[in-house]
């Protein structure tokens, strides 16, 4: 089939990569230049394991192109997805839908057979039901289906995510073609019984923002359950694994430490708070927000670990932050913790000396006052603490022995809970977390 994806940004690229591996022909569509010139020559601007390679072969093959113009994308297909991202608006919790309704109003207008728009941002229920009536007013003589395929991709593995999902949500209006046409699309996957669940848009845009907010919760109830096990004397690592055994609750996600960021669990919970009170059904939600307050609290305490090992201030402190990626097999620093930490512990007094296997040049544009390190063993010369708050293969798996010749204090604390404790302090490292 020969489909438009509408935005080339993480989502966007690579679904329109993934679409052309299951053999259709994909035209994308990105309105930024520079980023477009990027992806039409094969190159990935952010980092995705195995996506380069995905996307430089269909690039290369023809069965991908990437252009700027909505009047070639109206052309080209009668299928489009829709992909653009949905950030937090400035100063509010809900869901900023401008580059949503801006795919819609520059696409419709142009269409001359009727289409399908599917839509894979996540969004505040209750968007395909306003955009339909919006397409409604933009089309002419035409009709445009819209229907909802929430993605459910995870950051280090959003190529294997794609091409062999979990499951496949498609949310849709009676009377339309869009279940028979997504399961044209997806056949393969279809053929691999991955399960079609076939609901309406309102559902479907639920299906994901509830995905989202349990595993925020899994994350900050775990959380909450640490600051218990810090003021009882407990093993919040114990409890996990010995809970975790319950088929009902599952050890993933149950990982106690710094908490969750990204650019997805804390606007996506925020948005759905949000739309709640909009639909008068604020107090159902009302246990996100402690959900929210505890993700935070938790970035607060590692910053009071590391003043307390520094002998109560920060004040002309040199430390060394191992991570600024929100997650390993990322470069993604939208809401990252380690950066926040890093952040608050720079305006404390502290040298903070900062080292990501691949997030540093996002680093530098967020943060360009703090200082960057080549390596890891550069970020710890001289530092009085180390903090590990990323949780990369390089790090967990660091020689403490080596790792103490370059310190100036041997103190260590494990933001993500991934260190062998006994391996640390037998080298006379102060272990916390």
Same mark, same amino acid.
């Given at each position: 089939?020969?489909?438009?994806?509408?935005?080339?940004?993480?989502?966007?690229?690579?679904?329109?990569?993934?679409?052309? $591996?299951?053999?259709? $022909?994909?035209?994308?569509?990105?309105?930024?230049?520079?980023?477009?010139?990027?992806?039409?020559?094969?190159?990935?601007?952010?980092?995705?394991?195995?996506?380069?390679? *995905?996307?430089?072969?269909?690039?290369?093959?023809?069965?991908?192109?990437?252009?700027?113009?909505?009047?070639?994308?109206?052309?080209?297909?009668?299928?489009?997805?829709?992909?653009?991202?949905?950030?937090?608006?400035?100063?509010?919790?809900?869901?900023?839908?401008?580059?949503?309704?801006?795919?819609?109003?520059?696409?419709?207008?142009?269409?001359?057979?009727?289409?399908?728009?599917?839509?894979? %941002?996540?969004?505040?229920?209750?968007?395909?039901?306003?955009?339909?009536?919006?397409?409604?007013?933009?089309?002419?003589?035409?009709?445009?289906?819209?229907?909802?395929?929430?993605?459910?991709?995870?950051?280090?593995?959003?190529?294997?995510?794609?091409?062999?999902?979990?499951?496949?949500?498609? !949310? @849709?209006?009676? !009377?339309?073609?869009?279940?028979?046409? %997504?399961? &044209?699309?997806?056949?393969?996957?279809?053929?691999?019984?991955?399960?079609?669940?076939?609901?309406?848009?309102?559902?479907?845009?639920?299906?994901?923002?509830?995905?989202?907010?349990?595993?925020?919760?899994?994350?900050?109830?775990?959380?909450?359950?640490?600051?218990?096990?810090?003021?009882?004397?407990?093993? @919040?690592?114990?409890?996990?694994?010995?809970?975790?055994?319950?088929?009902?609750?599952?050890?993933?996600?149950?990982?106690?430490?710094? =908490?969750?960021?990204?650019?997805? *669990?804390?606007?996506?919970?925020?948005?759905?708070?949000?739309?709640? =009170? $909009?639909?008068?059904?604020?107090?159902?939600?009302?246990?996100?927000?402690?959900?929210?307050?505890?993700?935070?609290?938790?970035?607060?305490?590692?910053?009071?670990?590391?003043?307390?090992?520094?002998?109560?201030?920060?004040?002309?402190?040199?430390?060394?932050?191992?991570?600024?990626?929100?997650?390993?097999? %990322?470069?993604?620093?939208?809401?990252?913790?380690?950066?926040?930490?890093?952040?608050?512990? &720079?305006? &404390?007094?502290? %040298?903070?000396?900062?080292?990501?296997?691949?997030?540093?040049?996002?680093?530098?544009?967020?943060?360009?006052?703090?200082?960057?390190?080549?390596?890891?063993?550069?970020?710890? =010369?001289?530092?009085?603490? @180390?903090?590990?708050?990323?949780?990369?293969?390089?790090?967990?798996?660091?020689?403490?022995?080596?790792?103490?010749?370059?310190?100036?204090?041997?103190?260590?604390?494990?933001?993500?809970?991934?260190?062998?404790?006994?391996?640390?302090?037998?080298?006379?490292?102060?272990?916390?977390?």
């Amino acid at each position: 089939m020969r489909i438009v994806v509408l935005g080339l940004g993480y989502l966007g690229a690579t679904h329109a990569a993934c679409m052309a $591996e299951l053999g259709h $022909e994909v035209l994308g569509i990105e309105v930024i230049s520079e980023k477009r010139a990027q992806l039409a020559a094969g190159e990935v601007p952010f980092y995705e394991p195995g996506l380069p390679d *995905l996307l430089k072969r269909h690039i290369e093959s023809g069965r991908l192109r990437v252009s700027g113009s909505y009047t070639e994308a109206a052309e080209f297909a009668d299928v489009f997805f829709i992909a653009v991202g949905t950030p937090q608006k400035k100063g509010e919790y809900s869901a900023d839908l401008s580059y949503v309704n801006a795919a819609v109003e520059e696409l419709v207008p142009l269409l001359t057979r009727d289409s399908l728009i599917l839509g894979k %941002s996540t969004v505040p229920v209750g968007t395909a039901q306003a955009l339909t009536e919006r397409a409604d007013e933009l089309a002419k003589d035409i009709v445009v289906e819209i229907a909802w395929n929430p993605e459910f991709l995870r950051e280090g593995f959003a190529v294997e995510d794609t091409l062999h999902p979990d499951r496949i949500v498609l !949310g @849709v209006f009676p !009377g339309g073609n869009a279940e028979e046409i %997504s399961r &044209q699309l997806y056949s393969s996957m279809i053929d691999e019984e991955i399960p079609f669940i076939v609901t309406d848009p309102p559902t479907a845009e639920l299906v994901k923002t509830s995905a989202n907010a349990f595993l925020a919760t899994k994350i900050s109830f775990i959380n909450a359950i640490a600051e218990v096990c810090d003021a009882a004397g407990a093993d @919040v690592r114990a409890i996990a694994d010995a809970i975790g055994y319950d088929a009902r609750i599952g050890r993933r996600f149950l990982n106690a430490g710094l =908490g969750f960021g990204g650019g997805c *669990l804390p606007k996506d919970i925020r948005a759905f708070m949000a739309r709640a =009170g $909009e639909l008068g059904a604020a107090e159902a939600l009302t246990f996100l927000r402690e959900v929210d307050n505890v993700n935070m609290r938790r970035r607060t305490r590692i910053v009071e670990l590391a003043r307390e090992v520094c002998s109560g201030t920060l004040l002309g402190k040199r430390i060394a932050i191992l991570g600024a990626a929100f997650k390993p097999e %990322s470069d993604d620093v939208r809401d990252s913790p380690a950066l926040n930490v890093a952040g608050q512990i &720079q305006l &404390q007094g502290a %040298s903070v000396s900062v080292y990501d296997p691949k997030a540093m040049d996002n680093s530098r544009k967020l943060f360009p006052t703090l200082d960057y390190a080549t390596s890891a063993i550069e970020a710890c =010369g001289s530092a009085d603490a @180390v903090l590990l708050l990323t949780e990369w293969p390089e790090f967990v798996n660091v020689d403490p022995e080596m790792l103490r010749k370059v310190v100036r204090q041997q103190n260590i604390i494990d933001g993500r809970m991934c260190l062998d404790r006994d391996a640390w302090e037998s080298v006379g490292w102060t272990y916390r977390t």
